[in-house]
């Protein structure tokens, strides 16, 4: 595998399921991030983290939660969602001495909620 | 006023032309600034980036950079019908961690 995998690609899950999104890295970086991606809007940021530490959390309900074991992987728990939840999610990592946080990207999961 | 302003279109074009997708920006303190292409049903790719005010150009494609103006553009030349995709704009501050993205800017190509 190389650059950023995110698994699964397709989940459909209920308002009252508990699900998990997978990204897993192996570019070396240290640095890991959560984007929401919905129609006719710009990438939302959801969460940074940096040295497995999280630095920022962009006023995301508590419905998601982050979590980051190591510097190559990262989830995104997610419980009692709600329709508009509904988008692409993406995961991206960067190594952020290069200065410029050129950010590499994963396929995404399309999230679906009934 | 949003930080980083970009045209969604959608753009049509025919196979050949040259094609020019901007964005504008509102802060000052952004110093490298990105081009990324995103298919249908993919993640972002990065395409290019540039640091400061000037041109870069790889192939086919040329970004610019006019930071007296806060604007930037991404030229395509003899555009191609695997060019269609989204082009996203983002721009970073030096030393900062969140990139800002524009709306992005869905392209076609007709063969």
């Known amino acids: ?114 | 006023q949003k930080e980083v302003e970009q045209d969604p279109g959608p753009l049509s074009v025919p196979e050949g032309a040259i094609v020019s997708l901007n964005c504008t920006y509102s802060n000052s303190a952004f110093q490298y600034f990105m081009w990324y292409r995103q298919y249908s049903r993919k993640g972002p790719e990065l395409l290019m980036y540039t640091y400061s005010s000037g041109n870069k150009e790889d192939g086919r494609f040329t970004a610019q950079v006019d930071k007296s103006s806060k604007y930037i553009s991404l030229f395509i030349r003899d555009s191609q019908p695997s060019d269609s995709a989204t082009y996203l704009c983002a721009m970073i501050g030096q030393g900062a961690q969140k990139l800002v993205f524009g709306q992005g800017t869905r392209l076609t190509i007709n063969p």
């Open chain 1, 1 to 114: 595998e190389t650059g950023v995998t995110q698994t699964p690609r397709h989940l459909v899950m209920g308002m009252t399921n508990k699900k998990s999104l997978k990204c897993e890295q192996h570019l070396g970086h240290n640095a890991m991030y959560w984007y929401k991606q919905s129609a006719k809007k710009p990438l939302e940021l959801m969460f940074v983290y940096s040295l497995e530490e999280r630095v920022e959390n962009n006023s995301v309900p508590s419905r998601f939660s982050p979590e980051c074991p190591n510097s190559s992987h990262l989830f995104l728990h997610l419980h009692t969602l709600q329709p508009e939840d509904s988008a692409l999610y993406l995961c991206a990592s960067s190594q952020l001495t290069s200065g410029s946080n050129e950010q590499f990207f994963g396929p995404g999961t399309r999230l679906t909620v009934l």
